[in-house]
């Protein structure tokens, strides 16, 4: 049984991890340059001519490439084993890995020919060979035709199990594909209406502020379609190998659906400062950014509450004691409670981004960075290594390599993340640092910068070693001898309430119809009038 | 649904603080009259730059202007990869009105140490208002990546 599925998760998961291997390597050199130790010149022979290549592959492979892949194959993993039954149009799920792959080709040559040095956000009129957003938008694509397969497996599903409650991994998973593709219209629009033509020729201007605002359409639910997969880990899975039971079933198909709802008609919150938007819409997307705050915090309660379940069937007892009786000798569970840690700082830093005001001492500058280190290079990376740890030796059937390597790497990783968040953080707020810039030659960089670029420097290295020992075990893995003794499943927490949740929260068209109705509001007018008035006078520039 | 007397302290709990932050960050925005960039105008980046078409096609030493007493404007044009004036001087106690667009690609400026943050893109024009009180010297960043030069973009602003 899942042949299919198990083969597309390899392939998947295993594209994710060259990205992320190949992505990871440049942050390192980042915050050596940082503090003046510039390795780029080493690098020209391997065709990488500068910094900003060097972080436009940093991005683009971390950000898009590494999460997408590992995302869908995660996904198809878990999709099927929680509905219990295997892909309804497998074919369809092939060709998507397809579609992808040959996307992620597309986009990777002029990245690697330095004929794409754009940054993953792709602001034009920087203008990059038109084979990068071709590509960018068969992975996007791709990722679609995914998100069809799982939910004509659904539908299926549902036909013969009628009345019967989604169970929870499968319906976060689905919830997540969902808003996808409603999020990534966005940035489908930018591409192929404004960018496309304009990349080959076919008219000579396009309308900056316009494909901006597409783009941030886009690039917040973006990072709830990276988050919300480790949510349905920390809810659906991690309880269960914390040996607790999910606390509020409810409660956590009510996060979800809020998520849905609310990762979209936010997007202005990253345009605080953009000139060519109304103040009126940056308030009300700003009030919507607050309100998409809830889920999270739900989500801190919920999740505390199931791993406490856990520590006290362990044998943990007190207000505190039951954290130290949790399985920390499981590197999966380890990595997952600790992404969940520097989870709560970064959603600190996020919410100061989202408020209105605040967000002035800190626009575009390294609190930004990190920000998204915290969220996207930990709560998510963190969580999907940990995942990894017991995903990994199911998909290989081979015994982890070593668990004390893997319990190294999870912790090394948190530490080196502190440090250079805690770092990157203090830049960005005390000295205005801005973000994605090649701070090592910029002369503005005052002395009383250096005790913070210094601690950042050292948790890139930490991180660093934390990568090496990550790849130790992923490669020691797959080529070990060591063929499994005792078969993995996935683990599936129960709910500790059986009573079966309410049919409202295991229902789509009304959310379907707030979704689109919340976005039809808070995106409507403003985007009806960028258009009306659009401004077609920027002509390309390939600068780099 | 079973909803647990804890859970729903803590819901109400984590509700009634988003709405204090919001009325702090909305009341606070109000005294202190905090503004963000809003549409301005559109121009055409191709031509904002010429003499006769825009305060940006003024000769550079002349884009800086005295309204009145201590209050001044300053057109900076922003470009690959420099502000233009990339040197102001004012007294202290200074009010200055910063108009920022781009002749070419985007572009961010941050005043260290000022809530002047704003981005620059080019077809809109960017305004935002700070005094400034303390003597001393105030890097203008830009914190946008605009090309390869990008980290060579700043200029000064000289209160004495």
Redesign the interface.
């Known amino acids: 049984m899942y042949a299919h599925e198990n083969r597309l998760s390899g392939w998947n998961i295993g594209i994710a991890l060259v990205a992320l291997f190949l992505g990871g390597l440049f942050g390192p050199l980042q915050k050596l340059q940082y503090v003046g130790i510039n390795l780029y010149p080493a690098l020209n022979n391997l065709g990488i001519r500068t910094y900003y290549q060097g972080l436009t592959l940093h991005g683009v492979l971390n950000a898009l490439v590494w999460t997408t892949f590992f995302i869908v194959g995660f996904f198809t993993f878990a999709i099927v084993r929680s509905l219990e039954r295997e892909l309804r149009y497998p074919r369809l799920n092939w060709a998507a890995l397809i579609v992808m792959a040959l996307g992620l080709v597309s986009a990777a040559v002029p990245l690697l020919l330095n004929r794409a040095t754009v940054l993953y956000t792709f602001y034009p009129p920087l203008q990059a060979d038109t084979f990068f957003y071709l590509g960018l938008t068969l992975v996007v694509v791709g990722s679609w035709l995914a998100g069809y397969g799982f939910l004509f497996t659904y539908t299926a599903w549902r036909k013969d199990n009628p009345g019967v409650r989604t169970p929870l991994i499968a319906l976060g998973s689905l919830i997540t594909m969902v808003m996808w593709q409603i999020a990534t219209l966005g940035v489908a629009v930018e591409i192929i209406f404004l960018i496309l033509p304009w990349s080959l020729g076919l008219v000579d201007t396009i309308d900056p502020q316009l494909a901006r605002t597409f783009f941030w359409f886009f690039g917040h639910p973006l990072v709830y379609f990276w988050l919300l997969p480790a949510y349905v880990s920390w809810y659906g899975m991690l309880p269960k190998q914390a040996g607790g039971k999910l606390f509020s079933e409810p409660l956590a198909r009510l996060v979800f659906w809020l998520f849905l709802a609310l990762s979209v008609p936010v997007g202005l919150h990253h345009q605080y400062t953009d000139p060519g938007v109304p103040v009126g819409w940056k308030v009300l997307h700003g009030i919507l950014t607050y309100a998409l705050f809830i889920p999270s915090l739900l989500t801190a309660f919920t999740v505390i509450a199931s791993l406490e379940i856990g520590g006290r069937n362990r044998g943990g007892t007190g207000l505190l004691g039951w954290v130290r009786a949790l399985p920390w000798k499981d590197p999966s569970y380890a990595a997952q409670n600790l992404a969940m840690i520097l989870f709560a700082f970064g959603g600190v830093s996020g919410l100061t981004n989202a408020s209105y005001n605040l967000n002035l001492a800190v626009h575009n500058t390294s609190w930004v960075s990190g920000h998204f280190h915290l969220t996207l290079g930990s709560a998510v990376t963190l969580s999907f290594m940990g995942i990894l740890y017991w995903l990994l030796p199911k998909l290989t059937n081979k015994q982890l390599f070593s668990t004390r390597v893997a319990l190294w790497q999870a912790w090394t990783w948190f530490a080196g993340m502190l440090l250079m968040s805690n770092g990157l953080h203090i830049l960005g707020l005390n000295f205005s640092m801005p973000r994605r810039t090649m701070i090592g030659a910029a002369q503005y960089v005052g002395a009383d910068w250096n005790p913070m670029l210094i601690e950042s420097a050292i948790g890139g290295i930490i991180l660093g070693i934390s990568g090496i020992l990550f790849y130790t075990n992923v490669i020691g893995t797959v080529f070990s001898k060591k063929t499994l003794q005792a078969p993995i499943e996935m683990p599936v927490a129960e709910a500790l309430d059986t009573e079966p949740s309410p049919a409202w929260l295991d229902t789509w068209k009304p959310w379907l119809a707030v979704t689109v109705a919340l976005i039809v509001i808070a995106y409507g007018p403003v985007l009806f009038d960028l258009i009306r008035n659009i401004n077609l006078t920027s002509p390309g520039f390939k600068v780099w | ?4 007397r ?2 729903r302290i ?2 109400i709990g ?2 009634a603080l ?1 709405v204090v ?2 009325l702090a ?2 009341i ?2 109000f005294a ?1 009259g ?1 503004q ?5 105008m ?5 031509t904002v730059a010429t003499p006769g078409v825009s305060p940006f096609g003024d000769p550079v030493n002349e884009r800086v202007r005295e309204l009145a007493p201590g209050r001044y404007e300053a057109y900076i044009l922003a470009q ?1 990869w420099a502000f233009l004036p990339n040197e102001i001087r004012v007294p202290a106690g200074s009010t200055i009105t910063f108009y920022l667009t781009s002749k ?3 572009h ?1 400026l ?4 000022t ?13 935002l208002t700070a005094t400034f009180d303390k003597p001393g010297t105030y ?1 203008l ?12 973009m ?1 200029g000064r602003l000289i209160v004495e």
């Open positions: 649904m079973n909803f647990h804890s859970e803590f819901l984590s509700i988003l932050f919001a960050v909305g606070s925005g202190y905090i963000v960039p809003q549409p301005e559109r121009v055409d980046p191709r690959m070419d690609v985007q961010g941050k005043i260290e140490k809530n002047i943050n704003m981005m620059v893109l080019p077809g809109q024009i960017s305004v890097h960043i830009c914190h946008e990546y605009c090309g390869v030069g990008h980290h060579t700043f």
